[in-house]
């Protein structure tokens, strides 16, 4: 029962450590490194509380040293995932009955701990496990998960302050910002520690409980988050961790009719197919599962002809390659006029030519490996289709030590060809040279080639393009840039998600997203009610 309204801490966005050598901050990170490499850990699942080793494991390799050993995983079988919705669903009442600033205390404590003495820890889980260097582990790991801690416990007073603005005479009106009926059921990709974070936490920030099944792939730095949010006081059975290859785990959640709501981002694929079990199951649910799902991209940039070729040139490199280009939001489709493409191709080249590929343990590398051997070999599939058109930089994978795929730069001959279209999810980016009078023409193709809309952006000088491309393309990206990188969404700042088949565009981080975890009951209380029947009009 809350006697108060407390205010929260204002968020602002956590500063980014910039490890330069020489600095405490970059011996610190190193050290850490140094001591989870020299581990191997015993990865359990997570039930009320109690770590559960069912000694079916899978192993976590380095992908940027794949012989290294990192973990084992200990996987779930049916008995883990029946146990999991169980212990979520006997948690639900008392956390739901939590005062709200009691919840939103659990996730500040966990972003002041992530911004303090957890940060080297997840970080370099981040680092060793997904192949990040520590520039991209600090913006993912560290940085956007205390954003979206910190943001969204803002956001959920703002909601919950959120009431009818009118009340009739003698009556009351007000609304209560109920979590759902049911348990939530978070599934999260490999490429971001931030966004396997956030679903879980989000919805149980609203006062749901939740069942979260993390890419095991991911497992070493989701690990640390489990562990840190039990540090940050969250109760047992608030969120059960059940590892598992997907449909193993996904089959049996989707089937039981305590389902709340599903909070996935991942491939489209798989977020379809979850659609369609929930669809099959429709009629067994207690409510209408909420589904909410970032999924697949195929980002664009497009540049007039009066776009500035050296800006041009440095977004498709940190936008396409940052990662090896496994940000769902990565830059993997270019479209540029002919009369800027010489210059554009030999300032990618070189760029190219100067970026250091290696080991994550090694700061001074920019691009790393992918996470594992599926992605390589299915990475070398379209480099061979690569070398069908012109390849300009790269265009060759070394899978002896790690997963590597040489940052890949391709001029195409058809603007609808599979590399143009298609999700590859690596470090492949397409570019597409139009005659300079077909701008309005490359925009629709820019609009029509690929099922999905997540990011995109123009680069141009003129300011009648900025206009005509803004609203050709409204359609074609949830987020979109004018004169910058497709990555990179600050939360707070662009609130982020996709339509088509990007997903359901909830925008992680913000106001939108955090409704979807919530029920709402009105409650309208009339303090006089009249005690005859009779309207004045009966005469
Ligand atoms: P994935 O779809 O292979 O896996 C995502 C998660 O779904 C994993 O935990 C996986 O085990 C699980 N899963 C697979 N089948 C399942 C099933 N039948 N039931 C339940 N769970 C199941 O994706 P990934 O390779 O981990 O991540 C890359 C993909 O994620 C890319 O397509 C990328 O664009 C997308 N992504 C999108 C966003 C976004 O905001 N739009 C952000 C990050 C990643």
């Given at each position: 029962?809350?006697?108060?309204?407390?205010s929260?801490?204002r968020?602002v966005?956590?500063?980014?450590?910039?490890?330069?050598?020489?600095?405490?901050?970059?011996?610190?990170?190193?050290?850490e490194?140094?001591?989870?490499?020299?581990?191997?850990v015993?990865?359990?699942?997570?039930?009320?509380?109690?770590?559960?080793?069912?000694?079916?494991?899978?192993?976590?390799?380095?992908?940027?040293?794949?012989?290294?050993?990192?973990?084992?995983v200990?996987?779930?079988?049916?008995?883990?995932?029946?146990?999991?919705?169980?212990?979520?669903?006997?948690?639900?009442?008392?956390?739901?009955?939590?005062?709200?600033?009691?919840?939103?205390?659990?996730?500040?404590?966990?972003?002041?701990?992530?911004?303090?003495?957890?940060?080297?820890?997840?970080?370099?889980?981040?680092?060793l496990?997904?192949?990040?260097?520590?520039?991209?582990?600090?913006?993912?790991?560290a940085?956007?998960?205390?954003?979206?801690?910190?943001?969204?416990c803002?956001?959920?007073r703002?909601?919950?302050?959120?009431?009818?603005?009118?009340?009739?005479?003698?009556?009351?009106?007000?609304?209560?910002h109920?979590?759902?009926?049911?348990?939530?059921?978070?599934?999260?990709?490999?490429?971001?520690?931030?966004?396997?974070?956030?679903?879980?936490?989000?919805?149980?920030?609203?006062?749901?409980?939740?069942?979260?099944?993390?890419?095991?792939?991911?497992?070493?730095?989701?690990?640390?988050?489990?562990?840190?949010?039990?540090?940050?006081?969250?109760?047992?059975?608030?969120?059960?961790?059940?590892?598992?290859?997907?449909?193993?785990?996904?089959?049996?959640?989707l089937?039981?009719?305590?389902?709340?709501?599903?909070?996935?981002?991942?491939?489209?694929?798989?977020?379809?197919?979850?659609?369609?079990?929930?669809?099959?199951?429709?009629?067994?649910?207690?409510?209408?599962p909420?589904?909410?799902?970032?999924?697949?991209?195929?980002?664009?940039?497009?540049?007039?002809?009066?776009a500035?070729?050296?800006?041009?040139a440095?977004?498709?490199?940190?936008?396409?390659?940052?990662?090896?280009?496994?940000?769902?939001?990565?830059?993997?489709r270019?479209?540029?006029?002919?009369?800027?493409?010489?210059?554009?191709?030999?300032?990618?080249?070189?760029?190219?030519?100067?970026?250091?590929?290696?080991?994550?343990?090694?700061?001074?590398?920019f691009?790393?490996?992918?996470?594992?051997?599926?992605?390589?070999?299915?990475?070398?599939?379209?480099l061979?289709?690569?070398?069908l058109?012109?390849?300009?930089?790269?265009?060759?994978?070394h899978?002896?030590?790690?997963?590597?795929?040489?940052?890949?730069?391709?001029?195409?001959?058809?603007?609808?060809?599979?590399l143009?279209?298609?999700?590859?999810?690596?470090?492949?980016?397409?570019?597409?040279?139009?005659?300079?009078?077909?701008?309005?023409?490359t925009l629709?193709?820019?609009?029509?080639?690929?099922?999905?809309?997540?990011?995109?952006?123009?680069?141009?000088?003129?300011?009648y393009?900025?206009?005509?491309?803004?609203?050709?393309?409204?359609g074609?990206?949830?987020?979109?840039?004018?004169?910058?990188?497709?990555?990179?969404?600050?939360?707070?700042?662009?609130?982020?998600?996709?339509?088509?088949?990007?997903?359901?565009?909830?925008?992680?981080g913000?106001?939108?997203?955090?409704l979807?975890?919530?029920s709402?009951?009105?409650?309208?209380?009339?303090?006089?009610?009249?005690?005859d029947?009779?309207?004045?009009?009966?005469?």
């Amino acid at each position: 029962m809350s006697i108060s309204i407390p205010s929260i801490p204002r968020p602002v966005n956590e500063p980014v450590r910039s490890y330069l050598p020489g600095s405490a901050e970059r011996a610190s990170i190193q050290r850490e490194v140094a001591i989870q490499a020299a581990e191997v850990v015993e990865i359990p699942c997570v039930i009320d509380g109690v770590d559960v080793y069912t000694g079916r494991t899978v192993a976590v390799t380095m992908p940027s040293a794949h012989g290294h050993l990192l973990a084992h995983v200990h996987l779930a079988g049916p008995a883990e995932v029946e146990r999991a919705v169980r212990a979520s669903e006997q948690a639900r009442e008392e956390w739901a009955n939590l005062p709200w600033e009691a919840r939103v205390g659990v996730f500040l404590k966990a972003a002041d701990l992530l911004a303090g003495p957890w940060r080297d820890r997840v970080n370099a889980a981040t680092m060793l496990g997904q192949a990040k260097t520590v520039h991209q582990a600090e913006i993912d790991a560290a940085c956007e998960l205390i954003d979206f801690l910190k943001f969204n416990c803002s956001f959920y007073r703002d909601i919950l302050a959120e009431q009818p603005p009118e009340h009739s005479a003698g009556t009351w009106n007000r609304l209560e910002h109920r979590p759902l009926d049911g348990f939530v059921f978070a599934v999260s990709p490999f490429n971001f520690t931030s966004i396997a974070g956030n679903l879980a936490c989000a919805p149980a920030l609203a006062g749901n409980t939740v069942v979260w099944k993390p890419a095991t792939t991911s497992a070493l730095a989701c690990w640390q988050l489990i562990r840190l949010l039990r540090a940050a006081g969250l109760p047992d059975g608030v969120v059960n961790v059940v590892w598992g290859h997907g449909p193993d785990v996904g089959d049996p959640v989707l089937a039981r009719p305590e389902l709340g709501g599903i909070h996935f981002t991942g491939s489209t694929g798989v977020f379809q197919g979850m659609w369609r079990t929930v669809g099959a199951n429709i009629a067994n649910y207690r409510q209408y599962p909420r589904i909410v799902g970032e999924t697949g991209g195929k980002d664009f940039i497009v540049a007039h002809p009066s776009a500035d070729p050296a800006a041009l040139a440095v977004a498709i490199v940190r936008g396409g390659y940052e990662y090896q280009g496994q940000k769902c939001s990565a830059a993997s489709r270019v479209y540029i006029p002919d009369n800027l493409w010489p210059e554009v191709r030999d300032r990618v080249r070189a760029m190219l030519g100067e970026i250091k590929q290696g080991d994550v343990r090694d700061l001074g590398n920019f691009v790393s490996a992918v996470i594992d051997e599926r992605a390589f070999r299915r990475h070398q599939q379209y480099l061979e289709l690569a070398h069908l058109d012109e390849v300009v930089a790269g265009g060759h994978a070394h899978g002896e030590v790690g997963w590597y795929i040489e940052p890949t730069f391709v001029r195409v001959g058809d603007p609808k060809c599979k590399l143009m279209a298609e999700e590859i999810f690596g470090p492949i980016v397409s570019a597409y040279v139009y005659p300079e009078a077909e701008w309005l023409h490359t925009l629709r193709l820019v609009d029509q080639t690929s099922p999905y809309a997540l990011t995109g952006a123009v680069f141009a000088r003129d300011r009648y393009a900025i206009q005509q491309a803004t609203q050709a393309l409204r359609g074609a990206a949830g987020n979109f840039y004018v004169n910058d990188k497709p990555t990179g969404a600050v939360v707070g700042q662009q609130p982020f998600g996709g339509g088509r088949a990007s997903g359901t565009n909830d925008k992680a981080g913000a106001p939108h997203n955090l409704l979807r975890w919530i029920s709402p009951r009105t409650i309208k209380e009339t303090f006089v009610p009249p005690t005859d029947w009779r309207y004045g009009f009966l005469g």
